[in-house]
């Protein structure tokens, strides 16, 4: 991938893909397309396909995406499966028949069954039963990295796929009931500290375990892995599991936030534990820079600038 490649990054204006524009560009990338819900909607066969046969990508990121927290998904299986499905079968495909020479598949670490051995190893892949709480979407993401596979298998293509951990960053959206736990557990306690609020709820019971990257380093490393032979596809992640309860208690530490945490075990917990193998990425040369406590920081920071 040269300096003034045709980038598309599918997806730009998400938690990921806006991560992966501002690092190419700070990389020094030249040629970068924005593929966003305004500019072109991914979940048209036809629209994709005339976007591709007028904009002629040479690199693909493929990290458009129907995503969220936990109830979300239990609320809109259809959501989760259908327009992920759509998304990514119309921008594969079409990557294959307008000459792309490299795509990156972004799935996710709830692609692994809720019995599959810790930490994650990528051959543990469509072994064991899929964790409830988010099965559509993680068999609309396993759909994905086969449909790769099944392009380098039976066309050659160098389509590959990537599984990152939990991402977090100043990207994601804020919703303290339908975001991913680390912006919903941030803003709620961020929040409570502002206006004086008592206690704050947080689903479960705090004893899920985690592993969270940073969105800038998933950047990062997705570039890195864009100059590597990636037979398949890899885990991207730090390889630290942290508890939800250990989360919570560290936000509050660094807010200054007193009050009481009330935890609603009424509320869905998830897989009890889900942390990737890293191994092979780091094998390749590639490791995190940004701590937890890094990044928790750099998000409270962007929330007290933005607050009013």
């Known amino acids: 991938m040269r300096k003034d490649s045709k980038i598309l990054i599918a997806g730009s204006n998400g938690m990921v893909g806006s991560a992966i524009v501002k690092d190419l560009e700070n990389k020094g990338y030249t040629h970068i397309l924005k ?3 305004q500019s072109v909607d991914f979940t048209n066969q036809r629209e994709t396909e005339l976007f591709f046969s007028k904009e002629q990508p040479e690199y693909v990121f493929l990290a458009a995406a129907k995503c969220g927290g936990i109830l979300d998904n239990i609320n809109h299986p259809v959501d989760y499966l259908l327009n992920n499905l759509n998304i ?3 921008i594969i495909s079409s990557s294959h028949k307008y000459g792309v020479k490299k795509l990156m598949f972004f799935a996710s670490s709830c692609v692994y069954s809720k019995s599959s051995p810790m930490p994650m190893k990528e ?28 392009y380098k298998k039976q066309y050659g293509s160098d389509f590959f ?8 960053g100043i990207e994601d959206k804020i919703d303290p009931l339908n975001s991913h736990v680390m912006s919903s557990l941030i803003h709620r306690i961020w929040t409570a500290k502002k206006e004086n609020i008592d206690f704050v709820e947080c689903f479960g019971d705090g004893s899920p375990k985690r592993e969270f990257l940073y969105s800038d380093d998933l950047a990062d490393a997705a570039i ?24 919570v208690d560290l936000i509050c530490e660094i807010v200054d936030y007193r009050g009481r945490i009330v935890w609603d075990t009424t509320k869905p917990n998830g897989a009890p534990r889900r942390v990737l193998d890293v191994s092979k990425l780091n094998s390749l040369g590639w490791k995190p820079k940004t701590s937890l406590k890094e990044g928790i920081v750099k998000i409270i920071n962007h929330l007290d600038q933005s607050y009013v």
Do not use: W
Not at 123 to 137: I, P
Not at 161 to 168: A, E, L
Not at 234 to 244: D, F, L, P, Y
């Open 35 to 37: 593929g966003t819900r």
């Open 88 to 90: 990514q079968n119309n």
């Open 161 to 168: 796929s990537v599984n990152p951990s939990n991402i977090y």
């Open 224 to 247: 890195f892995l864009m100059h590597k032979d990636v037979e398949s596809f890899i885990n991207i992640g730090t390889g630290i599991e942290t508890s939800i309860k250990e989360i």
């Open 123 to 150: 051959e543990n892949l469509m072994v064991g039963d899929l964790e409830k709480s988010h099965e559509f979407y993680s068999i609309a993401k396993i759909s994905g990295i086969k449909l790769c596979e099944a």
